[in-house]
């Protein structure tokens, strides 16, 4: 069972450039989040879905955009990267409802650089 | 605004003894306090979390003691073993948003 599986590992762009960073779950889990992780300031969370066509902001949503068409996947996108970017970013999701007892399931994130 | 502040930033433990991380929050709208553990290179796992109508919890060597009237939380790690050695994160929600605290790297000497 892959759980949390994150795209790429690794990346580097230049600054201005874009990309998406993947996130696919196969629990069937309705809610999905991105976080990034900075030295000294933990994880924030930058969006979040709690299912299919519903999206929202978190702490730190400049700069990033999020959809989500179906219930595995979640991309984050990055329209114009910038150095402030830097940054290794987690995917993470849980069941809604019911089942949900709280607890965030992570992919093993990814590491992006912006130069 | 930090809504959850933890300290230490990181601790140096001696095998057998007893880590303690603490962490303190300010909205009171909070229902679920979990500890997160993070070894190089991979995500966040969760290790313990309490609901602020119980004062302690237990699992194994871990703990967690939580007081509702000063806002804190703390994780006990009780006969730290070296591969504890990790970083550690508090965290407080409410409803969709998980907020982490700033993280404790622990390193536990043999």
């Known amino acids: 069972n892959a759980g949390v599986t994150q795209t790429p590992k690794f990346q580097v762009l230049k600054t201005g450039q874009s990309m998406t960073l993947q996130c696919a779950q196969d629990?069937?889990?309705?809610?999905m989040s991105w976080y990034r992780q900075d030295p000294g300031m933990g994880l924030r969370l930058i969006h979040y879905?709690?299912?299919?066509?519903?999206?929202d902001q978190g702490e730190v949503p400049n700069g990033y955009n999020v959809s989500r068409s179906t219930t595995e996947d979640f991309p984050l996108r990055l329209l114009s990267a910038a150095p402030s970017q830097t940054s290794v970013y987690f995917c993470?999701?849980?069941?809604?409802?019911?089942?949900?007892?709280?607890?965030?399931?992570f992919g093993e994130g990814s590491r992006l650089t912006v130069l | 605004q930090q809504q959850v502040k933890q300290s230490p930033q990181s601790l140096i433990v001696q095998k057998g003894g007893i880590s303690i991380i603490n962490c303190a929050y300010e909205?009171?709208?909070?229902?679920?306090f979990p500890w997160y553990q993070q070894f190089p290179g991979k995500g966040p796992a969760l290790l313990i979390a309490?609901?602020?109508?119980?004062s302690e919890k237990k699992e194994g060597r871990f703990t967690i003691s939580f007081n509702k009237s000063a806002k804190q939380f703390s994780l006990h790690i009780m006969d730290s073993q070296p591969g504890d050695s990790a970083t550690y994160f508090c965290?407080?929600?409410?409803?969709?948003?998980?907020?982490f605290g700033a993280g404790t790297r622990l390193a536990v000497h043999p």
């Open positions: 993470a999701s849980r069941p809604y409802g019911v089942t949900n007892t709280g607890e965030l399931f």
């Open positions: 629990m069937n889990h309705e809610y």
């Open positions: 879905s709690v299912g299919a066509g519903i999206t």
């Open positions: 909205n009171t709208a909070f229902d679920y």
């Open positions: 309490i609901r602020p109508d119980v």
């Open positions: 965290a407080a929600s409410r409803t969709f948003k998980l907020i």
